[in-house]
């Protein structure tokens, strides 16, 4: 059983997160925990200090969490998975990563929409709760079907890394898998699909990729992070680690539309 704590607002994405999480009880056991921390700056600024301000902040919660059960029901996510909503006052990341260290869960997730304009992508990425992950994040871009694959993307340094990641989570599910080994070139025209290494391949496999039934793929792609991209947009889910810059993996998978489950680089699989 793997613990998840997933931020909500009463919106759109948050909508779209709750559908895709309701996919992945089909393919895996969670045990889920929503968050709402609320936007006390929304309405301007809060009444007075002391005991007022205290029955102010009581009314937002109440208010908040009521709204947030009722954006529940509305998703019908599945019955009798998903934890009472907690509603946590603060700066939103900071409370967040406090909730993560305090009850050590196995995955973060929340909703962003995808966008052509990949400002707020990179903002995310550049946020101290995604370069100092506590555990893996899985950002929710848009609502698609488990059964079209995850894919795994990386480097040929970092791909041998990020599969006990996908061992944690999906090792015994039958779903098909695809390594994308990226090797990005700026002054490229074209897109070239490469021959796999033999070395990294043998190491892969006997990692334990090759004792899966399920259908597993590598593929080792050659070329600009705009072309690339259009690799990365039809899976069901991503993998990969984040960028520890706005480099040319992150400009990529800025482009992708596809969720992103992004995963720390030196924390232990629990």
Known sequence: MHDVLIALQTDLASSIAIRFMCQMQKFGQFNIQAVHVPDLDKDGHPPAVGWVHKIWEDEIVIKAREDISKLIQKENIVRDTLLSPIVLLGERDQVIQSELQHKGYDIFMEGLLHSFEPDMFFIKLDSDLYQNLLCPILMVKNLVKLDRGIQVVGTPDTIPHLLPWFYKFWKDQPLKVELLICQFENQAENITILENDNQLVS????????????????????????????????????????????????????????????????????
């Open 203 to 270: 190491e892969i496999e006997n990692g334990g990729l090759g004792d899966r039934t399920a259908p597993y793929t590598i593929k080792t792609a050659k070329g600009p992070a705009k072309m690339l991209a259009s690799l990365v947009r039809d899976q069901a889910l991503i993998m990969s680690f984040v960028p520890k810059s706005i480099d040319n993996m992150a400009h990529m998978l800025a482009m992708s539309p596809c969720p992103i489950l992004f995963c720390p680089e030196e924390k232990s699989q629990r």
